[in-house]
């Protein structure tokens, strides 16, 4: 299998869904969900029928598109007065509003005048969420490589380091093995650099970070990861970082600490790989992921630490496990309320953490796939805290 033979897989389960629903076709302008569907991400629009082969208008670069696209019908973005008999007798599409803005929306509706639009948001990320055997093995690929870094921490993390600088030596050996950078979510309002290094208390900084650990950041322009704070002894170190290969996004966390551990924190972090057990054995297909995020929120009131459950008290998160694959944060959310059940091929990134106001953040992530036998490990590494 690869990337052009999946795509056409991909366009055939989507037609299905739109024949279902009595739409003729799906318009898509999101670069990543193009890119899903055709193999590039040239700046470009994708026009799916119901029945029948997928158009794609490029707007730059053509001649880059015409290489990697695995449709056949590509074409130069049309003028305005062209668009619409492209469309003859099409009168209901889908598009994803999730990720449309007004103006654009405008844009098309004007273009297409007289045609309704329907939002299939669900449906799209929904297909998108279950992961084909090729995709299965980007993400283990992605696991080997960010793994590899990991395990080096220990041979350049020093007393005397600054976050930063123990982020910026993570990033050049990510970079070094290929890994490409770019961290995208699908959040209105949510961004992220790679990831974030945080140490003790400077890892408690509240922000608009939607995760249990947000890091001080370097500016009030940048207030997220890791920040100039040196980092010092018995503090736990908290590295969380992303690895991105051929699109496809591992997110892994691992901690450690020069000396020993608060007696505290090390009962968190090993309440946290209870926690991170007792959901990867129910990673099975069926299993309703509201029903996981409430066995991790009793496991941590068991313990007398729920106030300190995905964040410090105030800023707790309200997840502990999230959707990945081209995105980071694609479905399904192990969530209060997410009512869904888990589908075979799932892919999804376990993390419980703690946050202590007066000691920092500690936990474990691992990107897992939901299988028959429970949740199969993506991010390989052994989870034990590495002290120094």
């Known amino acids: ?23 003729d076709g799906a318009l898509f302008v999101y670069p990543i969900d193009i890119y899903y569907f055709t193999a590039t991400r040239q ?33 130069p973005f049309p003028r305005s007065k062209e668009f619409a008999p492209l469309f003859e007798g099409v009168q209901k599409i889908g598009t994803t509003f999730d990720v449309m803005s007004v103006q654009l929306f405008n844009y098309y509706s004007k273009l297409l005048s007289g045609v309704e639009f329907v939002d299939i948001s669900g449906l799209n990320r929904s297909l998108r969420s279950v992961k084909s055997a090729w995709e299965l093995e980007r993400l283990r690929h992605a696991g080997r490589q960010v793994s590899k870094v990991f395990a080096e921490v220990p041979d350049f993390l020093r007393p005397g380091m600054r976050e930063v600088d123990l982020a910026a030596e993570f990033e050049v050996r990510l970079r070094k093995l290929g890994g490409e950078g770019y961290v995208r979510m699908r959040a209105f309002n949510q961004e992220l650099f790679m990831g974030l290094v945080v140490s003790g208390a400077s890892g408690n900084s509240a922000g608009f970070f939607d995760g249990a650990v947000t890091g001080r950041g370097m500016s009030e322009a940048a ?50 790989r209870q926690i991170q057990a007792a959901i990867v054995a129910r990673l099975k297909p069926g299993t309703i992921c509201s029903e996981l995020f409430a066995l991790a929120a009793q496991m941590a009131d068991e313990a007398g630490l729920g106030a300190y459950f995905m964040g410090q008290p105030g800023e707790n998160a309200k997840f502990v496990g999230h959707g990945v694959g081209l995105e980071l944060d694609e479905m399904l959310v192990l969530a209060q309320g997410f009512d869904q059940p888990l589908v075979a091929g799932q892919t999804i990134a376990i993390e419980p953490k703690f946050a202590f106001p007066d000691l920092g953040p500690i936990g474990i992530e691992n990107t897992f796939a939901v299988s028959e036998n429970g949740g199969e490990k993506l991010s390989p590494l052994a989870d034990d805290l590495v002290s120094l």
């Open 1 to 23: 299998m690869s990337l052009k033979t999946e795509c056409p897989a991909r366009v055939a389960r989507l037609q299905e869904h739109l024949q279902q629903q009595g739409l």
């Open 43 to 75: 700046n470009s629009t994708l026009w799916i029928p119901a029945q029948g082969e997928p158009l794609l208008l490029v707007r730059k670069s053509f001649s880059r598109a015409q290489q990697e696209a695995c449709c056949a019908d590509i074409r």
């Open 223 to 272: 207030p997220h990861g890791a920040s100039p704070a040196v980092i010092e002894a018995g503090q736990p170190i908290l590295v969380d970082y992303t690895g991105v290969f051929d699109g496809y996004i591992i997110d892994m966390t691992r901690m450690f600490v020069f000396g020993r551990l608060d007696e505290k924190l090390q009962t968190a972090f090993d309440l946290s």
